[in-house]
């Protein structure tokens, strides 16, 4: 990990860097920002930079240091994380027990994750995720140990708001006098609710959303999106990397709900009843929070349609393949039938959230868009 791999944050990177160079790393740092704003990659690449055999403040990238670190398995970088204890497990909850998970999700997402994806990649989605007391008397085991590489010794934390009194009191004398080149990174999104005696102990560090630019160029760069789709996604995304990757994720399903309503369009404007009647059952296949999500869909393309008319580009939020389609079909939608294709597809959201058969719901849409359509 290095910090051309954190996504902006360009006054974090130069602050930490400083540090580096004037040989003064505070012993115990708060990172704190928004969820996906990058502050787990930010503690991985600074990590990395302590770690590095070459030292600089920038990691080299490629000595023994470096590349363990990169693996989140270096022998002097250790992660704290909240995990839960399993059930019928006696003895108590700690990282280690997770740790081989926890070192692919960084592999996989480069640090860009958030409580709910971690929550769902150990399996379970009701559990309460918590820091144990255990898991603070292992910390200061493992930071008492000589450091195996003759330098630094990291001790990541993440989401430190999930520690419970006892276990946080324990860490307080650590965090204040922690042994020599021991460095602490806490990456906390929700820093209020940290113990005052912990804040106090920390040096903080905040970080910003990200901005719509920085989220679209590593969309571009790293995702391969066409600008005018990322700028779509970054604009969705209030700052978070992991909403964008998310919603990318969705746009998958997006790409599908737009062919399926040119698809309507069309053959309700051609009368194609025999069609439109596959066409129904082909959606009522599909399982019902997919068909929500497709009416959600419908509704939106219709708005942004109806908008397209009043030729007001700052306020329409449109794919590129999206708006290429507003060019010919936006004429249909206007004053004389917008409320009435708005009040279909809420009927037809209702209807299904009310588990009315979906292939006659679907159908008699499409039956009524053709009425619709020529208004
Ligand atoms: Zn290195």
């Known amino acids: 990990m290095n910090f051309s791999d954190v996504i902006g944050q360009e006054e974090v990177k130069a ?15 708060l990172f704190c920002g928004p969820e996906g704003c990058g502050t787990l ?16 403040e920038e990691p080299c990238g490629a000595c023994p240091g470096c590349k363990m670190a990169a693996k989140g398995a270096h022998p002097d970088l250790h992660f704290v994380f909240p995990v ?39 399996g379970v989605e009701n559990q309460q995720l918590l820091i144990s007391v255990a898991e603070s008397d292992l910390i200061l085991r ?41 460095a602490f990174i806490l990456v906390s999104d929700h820093p209020d609710s940290l113990l005052a005696t912990i804040r106090s102990r920390t040096q903080r560090i905040d970080f910003r959303p990200l901005t719509d630019t920085d989220i679209m160029q590593a969309l571009m760069k790293r995702n391969a999106l066409e600008e005018a789709d990322a700028k779509v996604v970054a604009r969705l995304s209030e ?34 009843i025999k069609d439109m009647h596959e066409w ?15 009416i959600d869909y419908c509704q939106r393309l219709v708005r942004e349609n109806f908008m397209y008319n009043f030729q007001k580009p700052e306020l329409n939020y449109m794919s590129r393949q999206e ?18 294709i708005m009040n279909e597809l809420s009927d037809a959201r209702r209807d299904i959230a009310q588990n009315v058969n979906p292939k006659m719901v679907f159908f008699d849409f499409a039956l009524k868009m053709i009425v619709l359509l020529i208004q």
């Open 280 to 294: 129904a059952e082909r959606v009522a296949s599909w399982g019902r929070e997919r068909q929500k999500n497709f």
């Open 84 to 122: 839960y204890k399993r059930a019928g497990q006696t003895t108590p909850a700690v990282s280690d027990q997770f740790l081989d998970t926890w070192r692919e999700m960084l592999a996989e997402s480069g640090g860009y994750f958030d409580r709910a994806e971690w929550l769902g990649r150990i």
């Open 15 to 29: 602050q930490l860097r400083r540090q580096i160079a004037a040989g003064h790393v505070p012993h115990a740092q």
């Open 41 to 56: 990659p930010m503690a991985l690449a600074f990590a990395t930079a302590l770690l590095c055999q070459n030292g600089g």
């Open 142 to 182: 493992k930071l008492s140990l000589k450091s195996g590489q003759g330098g630094y010794k990291v001790m990541i934390v993440w989401l430190p708001e999930l520690m419970n009194v006892e276990t946080a009191n324990k860490l307080l004398k650590i965090l204040e006098e922690p042994p020599s080149e021991t």
């Open 323 to 340: 708006a290429e389609f507003a060019v010919r079909f936006a004429r249909f939608v206007n004053e004389r039938n917008v409320i009435g």
């Open 239 to 272: 700052g978070s990397y992991v909403r964008a990757l998310r919603q990318l994720q969705v746009n998958e399903d997006t790409a599908l709900f737009f062919d399926m309503f040119v698809l309507l369009m069309r053959m309700s404007y051609m009368r194609k």
